[in-house]
């Protein structure tokens, strides 16, 4: 009898033993599976391109969950201001359309200042000076035109062309009020001496109409409801690769604008936020983002399908400092011509 006991005392001992040697070790320190918890992005990135990025986010960092908020910049804007009038923004990162959206949030005191190490293969040019945000992709505002409807021979090749009676009541816009990146090429052509607000005095009377959200424009184009749009490229690309009959050409004085990333100041998981920050800046993350029709900010990402020297010859010099500045007057004069 005790020799009974004593052998299932042992039996005991040893499984325990066994279950407790092949248990999983800790995972190191800064290891990607050390990382837990959340973290939340605010976008107006297209959603399928915050999902590309957070299927990759996930797979590299298992035991972390990616939530995200999405809509236009308007939208994106006016929830991180009404958080941050109750005392608190919600998101970890926010990524949303143009540079001048950025410094705004910097001067509200929304940004946290944060140096990503990723950063060394960025361009300082597109890196706050005081490291509030940094450039994430690169897009840029062009013409757009139904390929059923029109030929590329037909199609109008810069800004003024939309001016012509032959486009009348046929080109589409998105409303610069939804829109970051339209908010800024609005600023960007009023800003210049040869294009002014008369400009849009001109555009208006020649019919352009306004549509309400970026996905929404470029459906009009695609449908055949209007041949022409002031469009974004990487958006036309989606569609094209859906099999819409899209197409996009880079009018002499394109709009080219960088679109940053930034960390918010006191956020509920500042861990995770860097993390995620710099996975988005990260060689990785940036494939993903040229995978899914947008353009890296990096210097050593391969893109066989963006022509850099073209994007360089036909842009149009801008200061978002002053687009910043001057946004009231610039949405004002805006919405002042198209009542």
């Not at 950025?102 to 005081?130: E, F, H, N, T, V």
């Not at 609005?186 to 001109?202: K, N, P, Q």
């Not at 842009?315 to 004002?332: F, K, N, R, V």
Request: hydrophobic share 40%.
């Amino acid at each position: 009898m005790i020799k009974q006991v004593l052998i299932s005392a042992l039996c005991v001992l040893l499984a325990g033993c066994g279950a407790e040697s092949s248990a999983a070790p800790p995972p190191e320190p800064d290891s990607p599976a050390s990382y837990t918890g959340r973290v939340m992005l605010y976008s107006s990135m297209q959603e399928n391109q915050i999902l590309a990025l957070k299927e990759g986010f996930e797979d590299k960092y298992p035991n972390v969950t990616m939530d995200y908020y999405f809509g236009g910049t308007g939208k994106v804007l006016t929830k991180i201001a009404t958080e941050n009038q109750s005392g608190h923004v919600l998101a970890d990162v926010i990524w949303v359309g143009d540079p001048s959206d950025y410094l705004d949030m910097k001067s509200a005191g929304i940004l946290s200042p944060y140096i990503s190490p990723q950063g060394i293969r960025i361009d300082s040019a597109y890196i706050d000076p005081d490291h509030y945000f940094t450039g994430a992709r690169l897009m840029n505002v062009g013409i757009a035109y139904n390929t059923d409807l029109i030929t590329a021979a037909e199609a109008p090749k810069n800004w003024n062309d939309l001016l012509n009676p032959r486009w009348n009541g046929q080109v589409i816009m998105t409303d610069p009020g939804s829109s970051g990146t339209v908010k800024y090429f609005v600023g960007a052509l009023m800003a210049d001496d040869r294009y002014g607000t008369d400009y849009f005095v001109r555009l208006q009377a020649n019919g352009c109409e306004l549509e309400s959200g970026t996905n929404a424009t470029h459906r009009q184009v695609a449908e055949g409801n209007f041949p022409v749009g002031i469009c974004l490229d990487y958006v036309v690309a989606s569609f094209a690769d859906a099999g819409e009959p899209l197409a996009f050409l880079y009018p002499k004085d394109l709009i080219s604008i960088y679109s940053p990333v930034g960390l918010v100041a006191n956020c509920p998981n500042e861990r995770n936020g860097k993390l995620l920050y710099d996975f988005i800046l990260s060689r990785e993350g940036q494939e993903i983002l040229v995978k899914n029709n947008l353009m890296s900010i990096r210097k050593d990402i391969e893109q066989p399908n963006t022509d850099f020297e073209a994007i360089a010859q036909r842009s149009l010099p801008t200061d978002a400092h002053w687009i910043a500045e001057h946004a009231g007057q610039i949405m004002a004069d805006f919405d002042g011509i198209f009542q």
